[in-house]
């Protein structure tokens, strides 16, 4: 049994609707920032709010992201990758812990 196992699929759909946030607050910053570059500067508070916004979405995706890989990697990624290209998945625990590097560091190991 993977942990949150049951609940990935909640947790995914949560980790969706949490990135659109992210990039939408993002999105208008930086349409704001422009206003800062040609002069206007009559939206201080309306930038805080996003960066406020910007940064507990940036949070919350991050620690759902973390929360979903362990079965992300066991129902998508082997299955999907594993037989298409069988030397870049891992096949071991190390994925888990390894992260982003995890490609490179199964080459080695297997």
């Known amino acids: 049994m993977v942990f949150l196992e049951n609940f990935y699929e ?23 920032v422009i206003g800062y570059v040609r002069g206007k500067f009559g939206r201080q508070k309306l930038e805080w ?3 406020r916004v910007f940064l507990w979405a940036y949070t919350i995706v991050y620690v759902l992201g973390v929360l ?24 071991t625990d190390l994925c888990f ?8 560091g199964c080459l080695f190991y297997t």
């Open 49 to 51: 709010l996003y960066v």
């Open 10 to 32: 909640i947790l995914l759909l949560v980790h969706l609707f949490a990135t659109f946030v992210l990039v939408g607050s993002m999105t208008y910053n930086l349409l704001i």
């Open 97 to 104: 812990f390894g992260g982003r590097f995890c490609c490179a």
């Open 68 to 91: 979903i890989y362990p079965a992300y990697g066991t129902h998508i990624r082997y299955p999907c990758l594993g037989r298409s290209f069988p030397g870049l998945v891992c096949k």
